[in-house]
């Protein structure tokens, strides 16, 4: 059982606004820890997509954006594209365990 | 540029060993300051980290799977490897390797494309 959750799913029309909430408590995200986002489309591997809760990798689209306060972060979609339909998840350190830990996944839908 | 490649049987039975192997091109895993790292995705479901080494060969594991777990580095093959141990139908994923950054707390970067293991007798 993650100690970071996301909702299952969030869904958009193409050319809208998503965001994904990451909730995460003081030992991991809450600590200061960063925050790391992946996508990872039908079938494939995941994906980089944000670094250091609000960097994107060359090659990513400035569609997507990252945010971070207190314990929880989010990744934000703007101008939503039938092509970001995928799973997103966050990833961060948690203290207590010890361990790098992925957030509980969300399926982004474009309707 | 970056590859990985993981390997290794398709098929485990139950209470066996679990053994794959993650070759790496486009870097060297002993000269390079990174960690590399294990995940692994129950199909349907999300993404669980299994644990990292480094390129000095200490080891971070997932303390659930800690018990039965041994992960390593063969330099001379630059090649890292993951051995689970006792397994049941609940370790039956897709098991990626990876590679971090300088620590623990920077993201998994790259990725191979992931090997299925099915456990079943």
């Known amino acids: 059982q993650s100690v970071v959750t996301q909702p299952p799913s969030v869904s958009g029309a193409p050319g809208q606004r998503v965001t994904i909430p990451c909730t995460g408590s003081s030992s991991n995200i809450g600590a200061g820890y960063d925050v790391h986002w992946y996508q990872q489309l039908p079938g494939t591997a995941p994906k980089l997509l944000i670094y250091g809760n609000n960097n994107r990798p060359s090659g990513v689209p400035d569609r997507f954006s990252g945010s971070k306060s207190g314990t929880s972060a989010s990744l934000a979609i703007t101008g939503l594209q039938a092509e970001d339909e995928a799973d997103y998840y966050c990833?961060?350190?948690?203290?207590?365990?010890?361990?790098?830990?992925f957030g509980t996944g969300t399926k982004v839908t474009v309707l | 540029q970056l590859q990985l490649q993981e390997s290794g049987p398709g098929l485990v039975k139950p209470s066996e060993t679990l053994s794959l192997t993650c070759t790496v091109s486009g870097d060297s895993i002993s000269s390079s300051s990174y960690y590399w790292g294990w995940i692994r995705q129950p199909p349907g479901k999300g993404l669980e980290w299994i644990g990292n080494?480094?390129?000095?060969?200490?080891?971070y594991y997932n303390s659930s799977l800690k018990s039965r777990l041994t992960i390593s580095v063969d330099s001379s093959k630059n090649q890292f490897s993951v051995k689970l141990t006792s397994v049941t139908a609940a370790d039956t994923a897709v098991y990626y390797c990876?590679?971090?950054?300088?620590?623990?707390?920077?993201?998994?970067?790259?990725w191979g494309q992931g090997t299925l293991v099915i456990v079943s007798s």
């Open positions: 990876a590679r971090g950054g300088a620590t623990v707390t920077r993201p998994l970067g790259y």
């Open positions: 990833q961060s350190y948690d203290s207590l365990s010890g361990s790098t830990v």
């Open positions: 080494i480094y390129y000095s060969g200490r080891t």
